[in-house]
Nanobody, 127 residues
C-alpha cells in the first residue's frame, strides 16, 4: 500500500520558519518525482514546489521562490519543505504528492501529474 505521511505543520508567527517532512512507503521512492501543494480556504490547490526523482531539478511557484526550499533524501524515502520568512498568506493545508516512475530530471507542477497524496498538514501563519 502506497502511503505518504506529512509532518511538521503548526502555528507560526509571520517571519518565522517551519520544516515539513513527507515520508513515503510502498513505492520506489528514488523513481518518484515529488511535490508540495497547498490549498487555502476557498482556493484551488496549487503547487508550491516540485523536485525530480534524483533531486537535481526543482520548481518553485513565484509566491514562494526565495523563501521555500524543497529537498529529498532518497535513503530515507523522505521529501522536505523548508519554509522561511513565512507570511499570513502562506496559511493553508499543505499536501505532499508523488508521481511514480517519473522521467529522469523532470519535475512536475500540475496536480493531475501526481497519483499519490498525503493526508495534508495545516500551516497557520499569524500576523
Amino acid at each position: 500500500q502506497v502511503q505518504l505521511v506529512e509532518s511538521g505543520g503548526g502555528l507560526v508567527q509571520a517571519g518565522g520558519s517551519l520544516r515539513l517532512s513527507c515520508e513515503a512507503s510502498g513505492l520506489t521512492f528514488s523513481a518518484a518525482a515529488m511535490g508540495w501543494f497547498r490549498q487555502a480556504p476557498g482556493k484551488e490547490r496549487e503547487c508550491v514546489a516540485g523536485i525530480s526523482r534524483g533531486g537535481g531539478s526543482v520548481y518553485y511557484s513565484g509566491s514562494v521562490k526565495g523563501r521555500f526550499t524543497i529537498s529529498r533524501d532518497n535513503a530515507k524515502n523522505t521529501v522536505y519543505l523548508q519554509m522561511n520568512s513565512l507570511k499570513p498568506e502562506d496559511t493553508a493545508v499543505y499536501y505532499c504528492g508523488a508521481r511514480g516512475s517519473a522521467l529522469s530530471g523532470r519535475f512536475y507542477y500540475r496536480e493531475v501529474d501526481y497519483n499519490v497524496w498525503g493526508q495534508g498538514t495545516q500551516i497557520t501563519v499569524s500576523s
